[in-house]
């Protein structure tokens, strides 16, 4: 029998929870769906985690939080346990390489350089890092790097600061607003085609050129996304209680009425806000 001492340790900490995954992964005694697991089948996992943390901090939801970080957080034991397994790295080589990350892209605070620097020299800084590790990396043009996985409007977001870092970028925004206006009417002509293929490439460029308006406004496009999904849900939840309030659902109504009663709630929001 295994020695189950540290598993129900409560005081333990991360040596705990990685005694945890090891046992769960075992071969002979563990769980054989975490077993059958392998790098790729655990990568949408560790992505939707993300993404739940990131919803606990848009909802303001603390004391979700801790539970949603813990979760993340088995998610970087998980690939660590099977990378040890495939002898490509442990949880002791990925905590050590960070760490020398952290202390090398901060020369400001465990280096000599000084910390008298505003924080777009210090951005301007870890950039200049950043780009040294990718030459070492032999990572050499300006949009290598820039993980193939990461949602895709996040990942155009990205290509286009990189883009924008060696000066391939509209000098202000009134310049890609003039470039959305083009791909709409690019779009507009796709459309008439009835050409399917040609109809997605146009969307395609105009979602593209929209990641690129919000980098010039300062906004994070996926966060800005995230937060309009959770307005429409709110507000057509809204709708659904006023059609309640009158025995009905929507699919006893009409797009008139829940089209006045979506403004109603709209201006029950703006009214509270005020």
Avoid at 26 to 53: H, L, M, N, R
Avoid at 104 to 116: L, T
Avoid at 183 to 205: K, N, Y
Avoid at 206 to 230: C, D, Q, S, T, Y
């Amino acid at each position: 029998m295994p020695d189950d001492t540290l598993i129900h340790d409560q005081t333990a900490g991360i040596e705990r929870l990685l005694e945890i995954m090891r046992r769960l992964r075992d071969p002979k005694t563990g769980c054989p769906w975490d077993i059958e697991q392998d790098f790729a089948s655990i990568a949408p996992y560790t992505i939707e985690e993300a993404y739940e943390v990131a919803d606990t901090i848009d909802r303001g939801a603390w004391d979700e939080m801790q539970g949603e970080l813990g979760d993340l957080l088995l998610q970087t034991v998980y690939h660590t346990q099977m990378g040890q397994e495939a002898g490509h790295f442990d949880f002791q080589s990925v905590v050590r390489a960070i760490s020398d990350k952290m202390v090398a892209r901060h020369p400001h605070v465990f280096g000599d350089d000084s910390r008298d620097k505003s924080a777009e020299q210090q951005t301007a800084d870890w950039e200049a890092i950043k780009a040294a590790e990718r030459a070492d990396k032999a990572q050499r043009g300006a949009l290598d790097g820039v993980a193939v996985g990461l949602p895709a409007l996040l990942r155009a977001y990205k290509l286009q600061k990189r883009a924008a870092r060696v000066g391939f970028d509209w000098p202000d925004a009134s310049h890609v607003l003039d470039k959305i206006a083009e791909e709409c009417a690019e779009l507009t002509e796709a459309r008439d085609t009835q050409d399917a293929g040609h109809v997605e490439e146009e969307f395609g460029d105009l979602l593209f050129v929209m990641a690129n308006l919000a980098r010039h406004l300062g906004i994070e496009p996926e966060a800005a996304l995230r937060r309009a999904n959770a307005k429409f849900i709110r507000r057509f939840q809204g709708v659904e209680a006023l059609l309640a309030e009158r025995g009905k659902t929507p699919a006893d109504s009409d797009l008139a009425e829940m089209d006045a009663l979506w403004d109603l709630v709209k201006t029950r929001e703006r009214a509270v806000r005020n």
